[in-house]
């Protein structure tokens, strides 16, 4: 099993700032993923992240608009640059250990003004 | 790549009964169907899986049943409760999908007491 600590919980930003969400795993892992999520909604894949290489964005998805950063096997960042209200959502990170479970953090609710 | 439809979206039943949600897929190497609740607020959590060896699994209350042929497997929860209520998510992975997760949409489950 795998226990996930995400930061901050929630924030309410002003537009045209960044915002870097927090992951930290207490065991070490090859893959972090990175979600988004509106309330009551499907999970949307933003990127993989792996340890030592580029994160991997899915399509509508663009590093410099999500730059993520991977220093560790037990870390990883997620940065929201320049904020708009439509960035307003439910941040989450995971961890599957290859074709088993996935831990999910608990999320960070954010709202753009 | 792997896709994942799960139907309905959202599933009203009065509390005592059954609930079905029904989830395909179209990678016929996925091998691993995961189920995950997430209640309001909270992150997912799994509550049962079924990898591609067996067509049932049961656990108390809830079961899943998987079709290879029809590459379609279900959720089914019996004298559903209040804290049943939540939105469940489907995923399938297997080397198709490099392992990792493809997610269903979700299902917005609704007991009526």
């Known amino acids: 099993s795998a226990v996930i600590s995400q930061k901050p919980s929630r924030d309410i930003c002003q537009r045209g700032t960044s915002l870097t969400i927090q992951c930290q795993v207490d065991s070490q892992v090859t893959m972090m993923f990175w979600y988004r999520q509106q309330p009551g909604q499907s999970l949307t894949l933003i990127a993989t992240a792996n340890q030592g290489s580029e994160a991997t964005y899915e399509s509508g998805f663009v590093i410099d608009k999500f730059p993520i950063s991977r220093p560790n096997l037990t870390f990883s960042t997620l940065t929201v640059s320049n904020m708009s209200p439509e960035d307003s959502s439910i941040y989450l990170c995971s961890v599957d250990i290859r074709n088993t479970e996935a831990f999910f953090g608990q999320g960070t609710r954010l709202t753009v003004v | 790549g792997e896709n994942v439809e799960q139907h309905p979206s959202t599933l009203s039943v009065q509390e005592g009964d059954s609930a079905v949600i029904k989830c395909t897929y179209s990678?016929?190497?996925?091998?691993?169907f995961p189920w995950y609740k997430q209640e309001l607020g909270k992150r997912p959590q799994l509550i049962i899986d079924?990898?591609?060896n067996v067509g049932e699994k049961k656990d108390q209350r809830i079961a899943v049943t998987l079709n290879k042929t029809a590459k379609h497997f279900s959720l089914h929860i019996t004298e559903t409760q209040p804290e049943d209520s939540a939105v469940y998510f489907c995923?399938?992975?297997?080397?198709?999908?490099?392992?990792?997760?493809?997610w269903g949409a979700g299902t917005k489950l609704i007991i009526k007491p």
């Open positions: 990678d016929s190497a996925s091998n691993y």
């Open positions: 995923a399938a992975a297997g080397r198709g999908s490099n392992y990792q997760l493809i």
């Open positions: 079924i990898r591609s």
